[in-house]
């Protein structure tokens, strides 16, 4: 079983920055992929940025491309996302999850979800 708790949400004015954070626990998989999801209710779920473990190279939305950064603390299990020069656009449900490698993420594991809302 692997858990995953998410923290560090909460509201902003626009252009601001939250970094979230992801605590991982239960796994002993290198081949795994761990990232940041976000959904608006009404909307599709949409990837936002991913770590690969085991070759250290990551993945970013364009929406996130040069304002978000994903980060991994191993000796903590965390991992993080820093989101910079926030727009209302942003505000969401963010959610860590895990799984392994080449498989869907539907397959893997989920947090609970954290709210991040911008305001203009």
């Known amino acids: 079983q692997v858990d995953l708790v998410e923290s560090g949400g909460g509201s902003v004015e626009e252009g601001g920055s939250l970094r979230l954070s992801c605590t991982a626990s239960?796994?002993?998989?290198?081949?795994?992929?761990i990232g940041w999801y976000r959904q608006v209710p009404g909307k599709e779920r949409e990837g936002v940025a991913a770590?690969?473990?085991?070759?250290?190279?990551?993945f970013y939305a364009d929406s996130a491309l040069g304002r978000f950064t994903i980060s991994r603390d191993n000796a903590k299990n965390t991992l993080y996302l820093q989101m910079n020069s926030l727009t209302p656009e942003d505000t969401a449900t963010f959610y860590c999850?895990?799984?392994?490698?080449?498989?869907?993420?539907?397959?893997?594991?989920w947090g609970q979800g954290i709210q991040v809302t911008i305001s203009s």
């Open positions: 999850a895990a799984a392994t490698c080449g498989r869907t993420w539907d397959s893997g594991y």
């Open positions: 239960g796994y002993g998989d290198n081949n795994i992929c």
């Open positions: 770590f690969r473990t085991g070759f250290g190279d990551t």
